[in-house]
């Protein structure tokens, strides 16, 4: 590629900004086109660099100058700007691809429908506790691109999104992570699962023998789609189910045992995550460890001390004997499915947001064995209204995250739960995930 290829970023957030960066530091001509409006701190350091950018809207004809495009992942392929790039034949990738063509150092990939943050959190925190030089970046830290853009690291721990996953050319981690694969986003997937499954599974399509592919053994949808997908690399299998020969499993006892051809295998029996879903989390991250060569009295005290993460199966606080949990990040019917099952008490559960295809069938057990009642905080709560009014004494809608937390709390009684685990995206009342669950967060302390 010669230093004067024209670079086009389109979109600034996080990523785009950390492309166009990257792009600078390399000495590439760059420029930057946002649809919307770009966040202040943004636009000051995209100022800072020199970068030329624009917002409220992509001027087609400098876009498609472009000797190279590098698309941030939350603009679908079917806007307009994409389909003009792709009809010009002008090379399209991601923000991941870009950073891994600069990376020096080696790259533990995850993704999943769930789970990726955790076991995200988690690896870095193993190696960190190696003292290891590491970054922890992607859809968790900074970008990709910005933290190879600023300093070289021996490893980086990167949370992948399928979107990230779409346009890969050579994207090649040395561990790649696979958590599981449920229905989520099929909206940007022309609602075809096998669409969905393919982006998850393009996270090991450039390996190699060299190179390692850590997958659930006991996910279905895995399962479903891993011939037809499986990378060629050393394939290791995790599960709750099963012993593996080569991987990670729970023995009668409850431990996880983690086992390598030519290493010492390993048992860890305390974990500071608890549940079934942390369970898997743990035996990912603990895998990932241990081919990495880290210590295996470290790998336990990293399992074992590590503290739960913020806006995930969160506590936060008892009122009047109630307890209130922030599952904001259960973006999907699978989060909830885990969240649901791991409730120990009667549950008021908040449900409702941006709804992407949901298929809420498997709720249908929990929510009749551990729901009492259930708040709508939505705009259009019409399906889960049709899906689950006849499940539970009391459904009732909110107008908001306010009004959501009063009407919850009028409904509990001491030793109960209250859980907010929407199920849906946030975009209809909130910024994201994290707003919402800071709301909730904040409502509940006014109680």
């Not at 399209?92 to 891994?100: F, G």
């Not at 890969?168 to 986003?185: C, E, G, Q, Y």
């Not at 074992?304 to 009047?320: D, K, N």
Request: proline share 3%; hydrophobic share 35%; aromatic share 8%.
């Amino acid at each position: 590629m010669s230093t004067k290829e024209h670079i086009v970023v389109l979109g600034g957030g996080e990523s785009g900004y950390g492309a166009a960066l990257l792009a600078k530091r390399n000495g590439y001509p760059v420029f930057l086109s946002d649809g919307g409006t770009l966040k202040d701190k943004y636009k000051q350091r995209l100022q800072a660099e020199n970068i030329s950018f624009e917002e409220g809207g992509h001027t087609e004809e400098k876009v498609l100058q472009a000797g190279l495009v590098i698309k941030s992942p939350g603009i679908p392929e079917k806007a307009t700007i994409v389909k003009s790039i792709r009809a010009k034949n002008i090379p399209l990738i991601s923000e991941v691809e870009w950073a891994y063509r600069f990376c020096k150092g080696k790259v533990i990939a995850i993704t999943g429908s769930n789970g990726k943050t955790t076991t995200t959190m988690l690896t870095h925190h193993i190696l960190k506790n190696a003292q290891l030089d590491v970054a922890m970046v992607g859809n968790i830290g900074d970008s990709f691109a910005a933290s190879v853009a600023e300093k070289d690291h021996d490893y980086y721990v990167l949370e992948v999104s399928s979107f990230q996953l779409d346009d890969i050319t050579s994207f090649k981690p040395h561990i790649a992570i696979l958590t599981n694969i449920t229905p989520d986003h099929l909206d940007r997937y022309d609602y075809k699962m096998e669409n969905y499954a393919r982006s998850k599974f393009a996270i090991g399509r450039y390996q190699d023998e060299k190179d390692y592919f850590i997958y659930t053994l006991d996910d279905p949808e895995t399962l479903n789609y891993f011939e037809e997908h499986k990378p060629h690399s050393h394939m290791l299998p995790i599960s709750l189910e099963k012993q593996v020969e080569e991987g990670a499993f729970t023995d009668e006892q409850n431990n996880i045992q983690i086992n390598l051809k030519n290493q010492e295998a390993m048992s860890i029996n305390e974990l500071a995550l608890q549940g079934k879903h942390n369970a898997y989390n743990s035996m990912a991250a603990g895998l990932a460890g241990k081919l990495l060569g880290i210590r295996k009295e470290v790998i336990r005290e990293s399992l074992a001390g590590f503290e739960s993460i913020e806006h995930r199966l969160e506590p936060v606080l008892q009122v009047y004997g109630i307890e209130f949990i922030n599952d904001s990040k259960a973006t999907n019917v699978n989060s909830t499915w885990y969240a649901l099952e791991s409730m120990q008490k009667p549950t008021i559960w908040i449900v409702g947001g941006v709804d992407k295809g949901n298929d809420y069938s498997q709720l249908h057990k929990l929510v009749k064995e551990k729901v009492k009642a259930i708040v709508c905080l939505g705009v259009d709560n019409t399906k889960l209204h049709a899906e689950f009014e006849e499940m539970v004494p009391f459904m009732i809608d909110a107008a908001d995250m306010d009004e959501a937390v009063r009407i919850s709390y009028k409904l509990g009684t001491k030793d109960d739960a209250v859980l907010l685990s929407p199920c849906c995206a946030s975009f209809d009342l909130f910024e994201n995930y994290e707003d919402r669950g800071r709301q909730f967060k904040a409502a509940v302390r006014r109680l």
